[in-house]
């Protein structure tokens, strides 16, 4: 592939490095251009186009992740259709996400411009959950890497999802004089909780004195109907040999391992009588925060092996918080606050594709559009809300009576998108890190999908460009960390935040929404079909 300045005359089938606005259309970033393309750009002015060309022997893009992605061995994993050179992976069902690291390792050592990243190995993961990505950088990559990466993956499983299998699981807790009934119920509902989530079934509990004999007694009764036994003791865990490992051992089974390199968990105690898992619980998981013991238990469910060695081998990636209760806490130090995010609704445009009436103020089960864009919004997690106006201001705004909003008027909404963008982010507060950009024609955006979107801008710290997908293509919303917000001063005419998300400045953090990051409204057909009937 070579990338550079192309003469005009010699663009055809070359692909575009950047989009390019044309009288009436624009040419998309990664476009292959056409005859027609050609002679556009030429009756522009333009004598030449920054742009990628193919060698014979390339692979374009989504052919090249596309065949990688075919390529790797893996299992309950579904493979989505690729989109500007990515292929994302998502699990099929709940389980534990195990990964050949040396062998993904080996693939993106090939060449740069072939890149897989996976989510940790050993996650716990939720059915959907995309856990890996396969990304080609643009625009292409020559078809011998390729072929190198696919003989990599023809060697063994590169990751998989071990789904979770139903368990029936036994809970035993001890007590001692003074142990508040209070906690012990607490905790039986937490870990049915647990359970739930994993596919387990909590057959019942036991209450017993914290003795070795007593305690044996109940394993041993547990361990004749269940798959797992948890043990929450009453006092902690303080040596091989204290109540519960010994209990273990007297009702005929061995104990693996005390002790493990994750904290908090570290008080973990793992046996077995005969093929039935039991676990000594650390006083941590009484409460319902990810420690040690979760790590431990999803695997055992998910039927990956775990045993003393596999538990040794955590320590990296162990460190999971800080708890402020402990008799002798580390090092005090103050939760990081989660970023938040203003929502900016862009509501200025003159719809001029409807040839006369105003989009927003359609119907959709006897609300105007953009009161029900609002409404979805202001139920969001979005600290707040903005609505940008410009064409109808009075009658757009008349709508929104009653919801908390504030307006902001673009008295240059006539000069295209790219102004209404740049009113609102200057409007966006200074208690927020990241702007939440709306259009207001898209009457299938949940306040559910927002959420979402908000989630994964938090989990990013506040760093990251959040973008809605469906099927793996981009839409809409977004949101644009207030990083960025300079960068959208140097927008012009119709353009909005696809050129700044494209641009590279931020990592960019893909949020599966379904079929609403694209259903806009801008003709009279669209609106129909999506159910909404124009108001004079």
Same mark, same amino acid.
């Given at each position: 592939?070579?990338?550079?300045?192309?003469?005009?005359?010699?663009?055809?089938?070359?692909?575009?490095?950047?989009?390019?606005?044309?009288?009436?259309?624009?040419?998309?970033?990664?476009?292959? +251009?056409?005859?027609?393309?050609?002679?556009?750009? &030429?009756?522009?002015?333009? /004598?030449?186009?920054?742009?990628?060309?193919?060698?014979?022997?390339?692979?374009?893009?989504?052919?090249?992740?596309?065949? #990688?992605? *075919?390529?790797?061995?893996?299992?309950?994993?579904?493979?989505?259709?690729?989109?500007?050179?990515?292929?994302?992976?998502?699990?099929?069902?709940?389980?534990?996400?195990?990964?050949?690291?040396?062998?993904?390792?080996?693939?993106?050592?090939?060449?740069?411009?072939?890149? #897989?990243?996976?989510?940790?190995?050993?996650?716990?993961?939720?059915?959907?959950?995309?856990?890996?990505?396969?990304?080609?950088?643009? !625009?292409?990559?020559?078809?011998?890497?390729?072929?190198?990466?696919?003989?990599?993956?023809?060697?063994?499983?590169?990751?998989?999802?071990?789904?979770?299998?139903?368990?029936?699981?036994?809970?035993?807790?001890?007590?001692?004089?003074?142990?508040?009934?209070?906690?012990?119920?607490?905790?039986?509902?937490?870990?049915?909780?647990?359970?739930?989530?994993?596919?387990?079934?909590?057959?019942?509990?036991?209450? &017993?004195?914290?003795?070795?004999? /007593?305690?044996?007694?109940?394993?041993?009764?547990?361990?004749? =109907?269940?798959?797992? @036994?948890?043990?929450?003791?009453?006092?902690?865990?303080?040596?091989? /040999?204290?109540?519960?490992?010994?209990?273990?051992?007297?009702?005929?089974?061995?104990?693996?391992?005390?002790?493990?390199?994750?904290?908090?968990? $570290?008080?973990?105690?793992?046996?077995?009588?005969?093929?039935?898992?039991?676990?000594?619980?650390?006083?941590?998981?009484? =409460?319902?925060?990810? $420690?040690?013991?979760?790590?431990?238990?999803?695997?055992?469910?998910?039927?990956?092996?775990?045993?003393?060695?596999?538990?040794?081998?955590?320590?990296?990636?162990?460190?999971?918080?800080?708890?402020?209760?402990?008799?002798?806490?580390?090092?005090?130090?103050?939760?990081?606050?989660?970023?938040?995010?203003?929502?900016?609704? %862009?509501?200025?445009?003159?719809?001029?594709?409807?040839?006369?009436? $105003?989009?927003? +103020?359609?119907?959709?089960?006897?609300?105007?559009?953009?009161?029900?864009? *609002?409404?979805?919004?202001?139920?969001?997690?979005?600290?707040?809300? %903005?609505?940008?106006?410009?064409?109808?201001?009075?009658?757009?705004?008349?709508?929104?009576?009653?919801?908390?909003?504030?307006?902001?008027? $673009?008295?240059?909404?006539?000069?295209?998108?790219?102004?209404?963008?740049?009113?609102?982010?200057?409007?966006?507060?200074?208690?927020?890190?990241?702007? %939440?950009?709306?259009?207001?024609?898209?009457?299938?955006?949940?306040?559910?999908?927002?959420?979402?979107?908000?989630?994964? !801008?938090?989990?990013?710290?506040?760093?990251?460009?959040?973008?809605?997908?469906?099927?793996?293509?981009?839409?809409?919303?977004?949101?644009?960390?207030? =990083?960025?917000?300079?960068?959208?001063?140097?927008?012009?005419? /119709?353009?909005?935040?696809?050129?700044? @998300?494209?641009?590279?400045? *931020?990592?960019?953090?893909? @949020?599966?929404?379904?079929?609403?990051?694209?259903?806009?409204?801008?003709?009279?057909?669209?609106?129909?079909?999506?159910?909404?009937?124009?108001?004079?």
């Amino acid at each position: 592939m070579r990338f550079g300045p192309v003469a005009i005359e010699n663009a055809q089938g070359a692909i575009l490095a950047h989009a390019t606005a044309l009288r009436g259309r624009r040419l998309k970033k990664g476009h292959r +251009l056409t005859a027609e393309d050609v002679s556009a750009l &030429t009756e522009a002015g333009h /004598d030449r186009v920054v742009a990628a060309v193919l060698d014979p022997s390339d692979l374009g893009e989504d052919d090249a992740a596309r065949r #990688i992605a *075919a390529a790797l061995k893996t299992c309950s994993i579904e493979v989505k259709p690729p989109a500007t050179g990515r292929v994302n992976l998502h699990a099929e069902a709940a389980g534990v996400f195990t990964v050949d690291r040396a062998l993904i390792d080996a693939i993106n050592a090939v060449d740069p411009s072939i890149t #897989i990243a996976t989510v940790a190995g050993h996650s716990a993961v939720e059915a959907d959950q995309m856990v890996a990505t396969v990304k080609i950088i643009p !625009f292409a990559v020559a078809g011998e890497l390729v072929e190198r990466v696919v003989a990599l993956c023809a060697g063994d499983e590169a990751f998989a999802v071990d789904p979770y299998v139903p368990k029936r699981v036994g809970l035993i807790q001890t007590t001692l004089p003074g142990t508040k009934a209070s906690v012990l119920d607490k905790t039986t509902r937490i870990t049915s909780d647990r359970l739930q989530r994993l596919k387990g079934t909590l057959l019942g509990e036991r209450r &017993t004195a914290h003795e070795e004999v /007593d305690l044996a007694a109940a394993i041993t009764e547990a361990a004749a =109907s269940a798959d797992i @036994v948890l043990i929450f003791g009453a006092s902690a865990v303080s040596d091989i /040999d204290d109540i519960i490992p010994a209990a273990i051992r007297r009702a005929g089974g061995t104990v693996e391992r005390f002790g493990m390199p994750v904290d908090p968990g $570290n008080l973990l105690v793992l046996g077995r009588v005969g093929e039935v898992h039991v676990l000594g619980a650390p006083g941590c998981a009484r =409460s319902p925060k990810t $420690n040690g013991f979760d790590w431990v238990l999803e695997r055992i469910v998910a039927g990956i092996p775990v045993g003393s060695g596999d538990i040794a081998r955590m320590g990296v990636g162990g460190l999971l918080m800080e708890i402020p209760t402990r008799p002798q806490p580390r090092e005090k130090i103050a939760p990081a606050p989660r970023p938040s995010v203003c929502a900016v609704i %862009l509501a200025a445009g003159r719809s001029s594709r409807m040839g006369g009436p $105003n989009k927003l +103020l359609a119907g959709f089960q006897g609300d105007p559009l953009i009161r029900r864009t *609002a409404s979805r919004v202001t139920a969001s997690r979005a600290i707040s809300t %903005l609505v940008v106006l410009g064409h109808q201001a009075e009658r757009v705004s008349k709508t929104l009576e009653g919801l908390q909003v504030d307006t902001v008027e $673009n008295p240059d909404f006539a000069s295209g998108l790219s102004s209404s963008l740049k009113a609102g982010i200057r409007a966006v507060p200074a208690d927020a890190q990241g702007a %939440l950009i709306v259009l207001g024609d898209m009457p299938e955006v949940t306040t559910a999908d927002l959420d979402r979107m908000i989630a994964a !801008f938090e989990n990013s710290g506040g760093t990251a460009i959040v973008r809605a997908t469906h099927n793996g293509k981009r839409g809409n919303p977004v949101i644009l960390p207030r =990083s960025l917000f300079p960068v959208v001063e140097s927008l012009e005419g /119709d353009t909005g935040a696809r050129h700044i @998300v494209e641009g590279g400045a *931020a990592d960019v953090v893909d @949020v599966e929404i379904g079929k609403g990051a694209f259903v806009d409204v801008d003709t009279p057909e669209a609106m129909h079909e999506a159910g909404g009937v124009l108001q004079d």
